[in-house]
């Protein structure tokens, strides 16, 4: 019940286009989603996260949707570029901060 | 957000020896950090949560005297594997948690035991 199921494993986008990633969760308790970005080597970064009282949230060129009902939210990345190659992770916390990781994305934007 | 640094950030080590690893939070006083491994192509897996002042609270399946957890400050923890072998060889990650949901991640430690 704490897992969160993150597909796709690999994901090759040109630039410019779009780049889609989901997740799903079971726990109802998870109150809080974000979204990480690891590039090799390097240790993840923040890029974005959701309450589930919001459905949808913006920065910049990339978006949250978030599916309450369906227990599912994915990230997306518009105009991908080549600089967004990474391996993205999605995760769920409840309170008291522990986060449980999806399996993590392996993105490569094509110039 | 928050800085976190981590020292060192690669250490070749030979099998049988300990080696220590610091985490900092540089811009606020974390009283909880986590630990977290990763091996590649993997995501991270929490090893132990990290309390000033009290004994870290390890995942099941970590061994508590082989990952020996100290947060004697409210912006260090350290790390130390003890007695390595070749299969500790990963990644290693600190986080500091803020605001009770939001977790900011070190640069992140490569250990290779040799």
């Known amino acids: 019940q704490q897992q969160v199921k993150q597909s796709p494993q690999s994901l090759i986008v040109q630039k410019g286009g779009i780049s889609i990633i989901n997740c799903a969760y079971e726990n109802t308790a998870f109150d809080y989603f974000p979204w990480y970005q690891q590039f090799p080597g390097k240790g993840p970064a923040l890029l974005i996260a959701i309450r589930p009282d919001v459905s949808e949230k913006k920065e910049g060129r990339f978006t949250i949707s978030f599916n309450k009902s369906a227990k599912q939210f994915s990230l997306h990345i518009m105009d991908s570029q080549p600089g967004d190659s990474a391996t993205y992770f999605c995760a769920a916390v409840t309170s008291g901060s522990r986060l449980t990781f999806g399996e993590g994305t392996q993105l490569t934007v094509n110039p | 957000g928050a800085v976190v640094s981590q020292h060192p950030s690669r250490v070749i080590c030979k099998s049988g020896t300990s080696v220590k690893i610091e985490c900092r939070s540089l811009d606020f006083q974390a009283t909880t950090m986590f630990w977290y491994r990763q091996f590649p192509k993997q995501s991270l897996m929490l090893m132990a949560t990290?309390?000033?002042?009290?004994?870290?609270?390890?995942e099941q399946g970590v061994e508590k005297d082989k990952f020996l957890i100290n947060h004697a400050s409210l912006t260090l923890s350290t790390l130390t594997v003890t007695s390595a072998h070749p299969e500790d060889s990963s990644f290693y990650i600190c986080?500091?948690?803020?605001?009770?949901?939001?977790?900011?991640f070190g640069p992140g430690t490569r250990l290779t035991v040799t």
């Open positions: 990290s309390n000033e002042g009290s004994k870290a609270t390890y």
């Open positions: 986080s500091v948690s803020r605001a009770g949901y939001e977790q900011y």
